[in-house]
């Protein structure tokens, strides 16, 4: 009987959809007649209300400004306002307050029509403050020859961790005015692993100085290090697919990245030159080189490079990580700019009661753009990042082979060229190389060995909220031998993000 019901409604609905162009054209001129009639009502009382606010502000006003002077008492005795007069400021002014706000938050919540969307959109207000809000998503999707790429090739917890499709960051941004001194951020990324499951990271969360005197800036809360070029950049700044081997080995699948105190000093050169010191927590897996637990053996033994790991709590300040960085910019012409920097990084890890790290680092990175460039193109940048690390590994006797204590040296660098050849495509190149000393553990490390990649890219930007890429990795490592991959990635962008550095 209910089935019965429902068809017999559903065929009157649409019998009756049916009938719609079939109504009268008086009908028709009835309701464009209500709707002139009813937009002319609200603007009609649109106006009142504007003019009843300017009329009470103009009250308040002059009750505000009536000075005892105006009355025939002498100064020293003002005239005492009658209860009446007291009641009626009250209310002049609750009103005005109450309409005024009512103003503002209706202002406030149309979008200005013809706002540019790469400007950030204040989506609250208390103030001085605001907050910019957007999501970010990565997908990638491809194949390689080898049949778990995660496992020896994309080494990077952004990249792409499988053949067929692979969800590996979504990013969640905020950022906004605190008060007059500091800015807030914060960076949460939700990622998809190889079962489907849902990973949340609490990827970034500080706040920054914006009123320090003597060109100084501070920065405090879990964020990125300022070590070189590419460790402080996310995934949807990176101009390829996947992250550089030599920062997998210096810094692990997550990028060196920890709860910091962070000062910076722009020095007063004739060019630009910042002085950046970060202090780290370095505890973690994000501060893979320093006090870094490992991964479960499988006996209940954490290890890193093969040896059992202690728990090296802070003590001291020696049991910190600092980064200290300096990084300088040159106008070669009016078309092109060159920035160097130098980095290092120097704390301890956990193979030894006193076993230490220390990674070193060199950037450059050129970029031309002529002068009559329309909309960023054409340009063209080279950017390279050489690092160095030498790891104090601990000797550990109780792995099943004993092995010795030595020091681990990995060296390598990146170099990759973009060429922006027209209008939203981008064409570039990477290579990259990455050794290290023989060492007791080599043959099972795949942070260590020799290894070597090529990578072609090719980019393209429908809009500057969106886009796709193709990139090929030949990829030649002593673990593994040779490997091909071909990945495609697709981006899209909601919202305000907040503008990064040159």
Known sequence: MKFTKIIGWSSALFLSSLSLPAQPASEVEQLKAQLRDTTEKFEQAHRAQQQQIDALTRKLEELSQLKPATAPQPQSTPVAKSEGDKRLEQELAAELAGNAAAKTTTVQAQPVLGQSMSQPVAVARAGSAYMNISFDAQMDFGWSSAQDPAGVLQLGDHDPSKRGFSLRNAEIALDGAIDPYFKGFANIVLKLDNDNATEIELEETYLQSTSLPANLQLRLGQFFSAFGRHNPQHPHQWAFVDQPI?????????????????????????????????????????????????????????????????????????????????????????????????????????????????????????????????????????????????????????????????????????????????????????????????????????????????????????????????????????????????????????GAHGAHKF
């Open 246 to 494: 030599v920062l997998n080995r210096a810094f692990g699948p997550d990028g060196l990245r920890s709860i910091t105190a962070q000062l910076s000093w722009l020095a007063p050169t004739p060019f630009y030159t910042e002085l950046i010191l970060g202090v780290l927590d370095g505890q973690g897996g994000t501060a893979f080189s320093f006090r870094n637990a490992g991964e479960p053996d499988g006996a209940g033994v954490n290890r890193f490079a093969g040896r059992a790991t202690f728990d090296r709590t802070a003590r001291g300040l020696q049991d910190l990580v600092y980064v200290p960085r300096v990084v300088s910019s040159f106008e070669l012409s009016d078309t092109q700019t060159l920035l160097a920097g130098l980095s290092a990084a120097f704390g301890p890890n956990e193979t030894g009661l006193h076993s230490r790290t220390q990674v070193y680092g060199a950037d450059v990175y050129w970029k031309w753009k002529p002068a009559n460039a329309k909309g960023g193109f054409p340009f063209a940048t080279w950017q390279t990042e050489i690092l160095i690390r030498h790891f104090e590994a601990g000797a550990d006797s109780s792995a099943m082979r004993p092995l010795p204590g030595e020091l681990l040296k990995d060296r390598g660098f990146y170099s990759q060229v973009l060429w922006g050849f027209r209008p939203r495509w981008v064409a570039g190149l990477r290579a990259e190389y990455a050794s290290g000393n023989s060492a007791t553990f080599d043959a099972s490390d795949v942070f260590r060995g020799e290894r070597h990649r090529v990578s072609p890219v090719l980019t393209f930007y429908p809009s500057e909220f969106s886009k796709f890429r193709a990139q090929y990795n030949y990829d030649h490592g002593k673990l593994f031998g040779d490997e091909h991959s071909l990945w495609f990635q697709m981006e899209f962008l909601l």
